[in-house]
């Protein structure tokens, strides 16, 4: 079973989680942001990882630093699930539609920490909690804990939350696929340098 613990606590957020790579899409997530939580149900719903997750965080300043710290907590589950990385694909891509919107998604479990978001959210805010900026830190603070190259590359789309979907589902989609097993090298790790970590 490839599975992970995680808890952080500072002096901002306190999360504790508890995730499963080969999972069904099952979820119980609580950030005290609506608009993360849906998001990381959607996520998780499309990469099939279960994932359950409380985080309290200062949500009475704003989302950011809840954004944040999930991105980091979630990334050190799945570094940890996945270990030395061992019989992964690595790669993993998706070009997802959601409605008038259009993203791709990209990653390459590398080792090298490294996001490239170019999206165009025309609002600033998606409920009342939502900075629609904190869409790239999230996706940032994922890349550098997990030693990924992730990229979110807006197509097309003109709504701020159907934009923002398309991030998030293609992002568990792309993962899922990096973090499948290579069945015909299940215990090679993909590297010619013969280490991701």
């Known amino acids: 079973m490839r599975t992970a613990t995680v808890k952080r606590d500072t002096t901002e957020t306190k999360i504790q989680l508890s995730l499963n790579l080969d999972g069904s899409g099952k979820q119980s997530i609580e950030t005290g942001v609506g608009f993360l939580n849906h998001m990381l149900e959607l996520f998780v719903r499309h990469g099939r990882f279960d994932l359950e997750l409380i985080c309290n965080g200062d949500t009475e300043v704003d989302a950011h630093h809840t954004t944040e710290d999930v991105g980091i907590a979630i990334a050190r589950a799945f570094s940890d699930a996945l270990g030395e990385r061992r019989g992964i694909k690595r790669y993993g891509s998706m070009l997802l539609p959601m409605d008038e919107a259009l993203v791709m998604t990209a990653i390459d479990i590398s080792g090298r920490g490294m996001a490239v978001v170019e999206l165009e959210i025309p609002s600033e805010k998606i409920g009342s909690q939502f900075d629609t900026e904190l869409v790239e830190e999230f996706f940032i603070a994922f890349a550098r804990e ?52």
């Open 146 to 197: 997990l030693g990924a190259s992730v990229h979110l590359h807006q197509i097309a789309g003109k709504n701020s939350h159907h934009i923002v979907e398309a991030c998030f589902k293609g992002f568990g989609r792309a993962l899922g696929e990096a973090v499948a097993i290579n069945q015909a090298a299940p215990d090679e790790i993909p590297s010619t340098k013969g280490t991701i970590v």
